[in-house]
């Protein structure tokens, strides 16, 4: 379609790219993924049509509250697309390896360059203008909505100057960190601005009923106050996506500007020397001399292992840190509901389903790391172990720093009431066994770095039985703990039976 | 399988079989190395010879067919097997994040070695190979050869009876296969029975005793060099042109 060696000849085959790689993440393949993916448009477009009509009615006017929103959701937004540029700009850098086949070509270095940032300025803009554009589509056939057109344009070109900025970021970082370590820290901000956001969203449930409406007001009060300067230069744009056209055509020159010349900035004698400051790394390690003793013990071996490629892996931390934090909302209201009616064993119940939860969560997460994602699988099947062995070490090193962690709930459960903290104490110890159990059966093996992607490898009726399980566990313990024992045998029943047929339905054994 | 375990030999293979779908990889094959010898098993991509190492060191089931090492039963008691086994593919099997002393505590911790000698033994094979300055950092920023040197250390650390090697110079510069080379030399000449396969025909001419050259699962030739330049044909001929005029033989 495009002359080879072209710049959009080169964008065409770095989108490919980006897309294949999207692709190998997804399990369905053929034509069922088509029909998915056309049903997932079509749901996208009538949500989109159903917020332009919403839209449609709101004329966007230039005042400190809008000024301000916008603002803000453009800082939060941009933050979001920051970490994906910095990820980005490593992978297509240093990760995917074939820049050196690109720079070895006789194309001109600018032009690989500038392509591979644009396309990343794209890729990190892609989600959100999919997003949007479901809502942009309709904006002409609205009434009032084309006013709205200048979000779409808005968001792109923030995602320019965001990938500039970031490629400053990037080249600095890379200077003092790595690029490996790059990658890590910015894939640890986009989970921790994500928590912060969701975060963010619940804090009204913290708050007492009573005090929702003046808290509200005080926040909006200081947002507008803040970024809700219509006359700023911070205004421009949201200025621009309300659709003020000088506004408009402002942001985007400026952000394309900026955007070209943090290329141009990166760009100098980056053919050259690509390789140089990917070995700038964090400086060189002064040398460890210790000699430490071997210790015995194949359990201790294995389980050691374990947890020290955990504990190596700040970004696998990080996403499991990241499942407690999306649990804290739940806490926050039962706090909430503690403080608002007194300490009843309903209120106790919740908190210990909660934990059981939180706790089965975790050792799903931990045992499918260490058993499915096993670095070197070809080195345990040619040791001279039973696979089960091996299989129980592993199950240990998932389940026991949970297990461990939630001592702090049952001490505190054995304070109040001693049975509460028996019923905990079984429920979480029930929730783990069978997480890691399950993670045994139905193993899906994967890589580390797969880690968010593991449910969608897996078959989903394992996951499906494996959450309605955990569930049940928490289910169980909350009702008892509640002082409904008898009501609790039914999800024990139901969790014991499904665990029992997850049993019966794993995979044929491999040799 | 009527000869298995005959004293002095350390791998019997008796109609080896492997299918994966409507490929038979490979086809009833009989193999037959001898303890204390460095044994080359050459052949094209696709020939059968990763395959036949992997069902010996028990990462894959056969078929069809008898696995006897050093007269265990491989098949009937793989444990047995695998604890006088060592296995090293072409890829090294490494933890990123653990440094180079921690894997070779995790292997010698899998194959049951006691922590004293093992300590000591990893200390020897760590100086050896040049890794002992290297021991406490993380194997992800280790070179190719760092690596593969590393994972070599791992399968010596159990003091192997059978070492079995998957292309262990692929990769390498000469100054590291080197010394790979002479320490797979002075393992032999301490008794050890090596089977690598290569596609570096001039270290199978160098190093091996007897050369197996396989294709399609099958075993073509198997003898010394001055035997297989004799089934030839060519008196002088290298061990390149033996193989070629085999390869090209066996179709």
């Known amino acids: 379609m495009f002359a080879p060696g072209s710049a959009l000849w080169l964008l065409g085959h770095e989108m490919r790219l980006g897309w294949r790689g999207w692709r190998s993440a997804s399990k369905s393949r053929g034509p ?57 700009t490593t992978d297509a850098l240093y990760q995917r390896g074939d820049l050196d086949l690109l720079l070895a070509s006789p194309l001109p270095p600018w032009r690989i360059l500038i392509v591979r940032m644009s396309a990343i300025a794209i890729n990190v803009a892609l989600f959100y203008l999919l997003l949007l554009g479901a809502i942009w589509v309709w904006l002409p056939f609205m009434g009032g909505g084309a006013r709205w057109m200048g979000l779409a344009p808005s968001v792109l070109a923030l995602s320019l100057l965001v990938t500039g900025i970031g490629l400053f970021v990037a080249r600095a970082m890379f200077a003092l960190i790595g690029p490996r370590n790059t990658r890590v820290a910015s894939q640890i901000l986009a989970g921790a601005v994500g928590a912060a956001i969701f975060l963010a969203f619940q804090t009204q449930n913290l708050v007492p009923r009573e005090d929702r409406g003046r808290v509200m007001g005080d926040a909006i009060a200081a947002l507008t106050q803040a970024l809700g300067q219509p006359e700023s230069l911070f205004a421009l744009p949201a200025r621009a996506a309300l659709g003020e056209p000088l506004a408009l055509g402002a942001w985007i020159v400026g952000c394309g500007l900026f955007f070209m010349f943090s290329v141009w900035w990166f760009g100098r004698g980056f053919s050259a020397n690509a390789a140089a400051i990917a070995s700038l790394g964090g400086g060189r390690k002064r040398a460890d001399t210790r000699v430490r003793e071997f210790r015995p013990g194949l359990a201790r071996a294995l389980v050691f292992k374990e947890w020290r490629l955990l504990a190596r892996d700040p970004l696998l931390l990080s996403q499991i840190a990241l499942q407690l934090i999306y649990l804290l909302p739940l806490f926050f209201i039962f706090a909430r509901d503690l403080g608002e009616e007194g300490f009843g064993r309903a209120q106790i119940g919740l908190f210990s389903g909660a934990f059981v939860l939180l706790s089965s969560t975790l050792a799903s997460s931990l045992a499918w790391l260490t058993v499915s994602a096993e670095d070197a699988p070809d080195l345990i099947a040619a040791a001279p172990l039973p696979r089960e062995q091996v299989e129980r070490a592993k199950a240990v090193a998932a389940g026991a720093p949970i297990a461990a962690l939630m001592l702090l709930p049952i001490a505190g459960a054995l304070f109040i009431d001693p049975m509460a903290a028996l019923w905990l104490a079984g429920g979480i ?37 494996q959450g309605i399980v955990l569930m049940g566990w928490s289910a169980a313990t909350g009702l008892a703990v509640a002082g409904l024992p008898l009501a609790s045998i039914i999800p024990v029943l139901i969790s014991l039976g499904l665990t029992l047929a997850l049993n019966e339905s794993r995979p044929k054994e491999q040799a | 399988m009527d000869d298995a375990g005959v004293s002095g030999d350390a791998l019997h293979l008796r109609a080896l079989t492997k299918r994966f779908g409507d490929k038979v990889a490979v086809d009833a094959l009989d193999l037959d190395v001898r303890a204390g010898e460095l044994y080359a098993l050459l052949g094209p991509n696709g020939a059968g010879k990763t395959t036949t190492l992997r069902m010996v060191s028990g990462l894959l089931k056969p078929d069809a067919g008898a696995i006897s090492v050093f007269g265990i039963d491989a098949l009937a008691d793989p444990i047995a097997a695998k604890r006088i086994i060592a296995w090293l593919p072409d890829e090294p099997m490494l933890y990123d994040k653990l440094t180079a002393w921690e894997y070779l505590e995790f292997i010698a911790g899998l194959w049951g070695v006691a922590a004293k000698q093992a300590h000591a033994r990893a200390e020897e094979l760590l100086r050896l190979l040049d890794l002992w300055d290297h021991r406490n950092e993380r194997c992800e920023g280790f070179s190719r050869g760092m690596k593969q040197k590393t994972s070599l250390a791992g399968a010596l650390i159990h003091d192997p009876k059978l070492l079995m090697l998957d292309e262990p110079l692929t990769g390498l510069d000469a100054a590291i296969a080197r010394q790979v080379k002479d320490l797979l030399s002075a393992r032999v000449r301490e008794g050890a029975t090596i089977i690598l396969t290569t596609h570096i025909l001039e270290v199978a001419e160098r190093m091996a005793e007897r050369i197996g050259i396989i294709q399609h699962g099958k075993l073509l030739a198997e003898g010394t060099l001055a035997e297989l330049r004799g089934r030839a044909g060519g008196g002088q001929a290298s061990l390149e042109d033996v193989y070629l005029q085999l390869v090209g033989a066996g179709g």
Not at chain 1, 56 to 64: C, G
Not at chain 1, 434 to 450: T, Y
Request: charged letters at 10%; hydrophobic letters at 55%; proline letters at 3%.
């Open chain 1, 32 to 88: 069922g993924s088509i029909v998915l993916y056309l049903f997932l448009g079509g749901f996208l477009l009538f949500i989109g049509c159903w917020a332009a009509r919403g839209l449609s009615y709101a004329a966007p006017e230039v005042t400190p509250l809008s000024i301000g929103m916008i603002t803000l959701a453009f800082l939060v937004l941009s933050t979001l697309m920051l970490s994906a540029a910095l990820v980005q």
């Open chain 1, 429 to 465: 110890g029930a929730a783990i066994i069978s997480a890691c159990l399950i993670a045994i059966w139905h193993q899906v093996p994967g890589s580390r770095r797969d880690f968010r992607r593991r449910r969608a490898q897996g078959s989903f009726g394992a996951a499906m039985g």
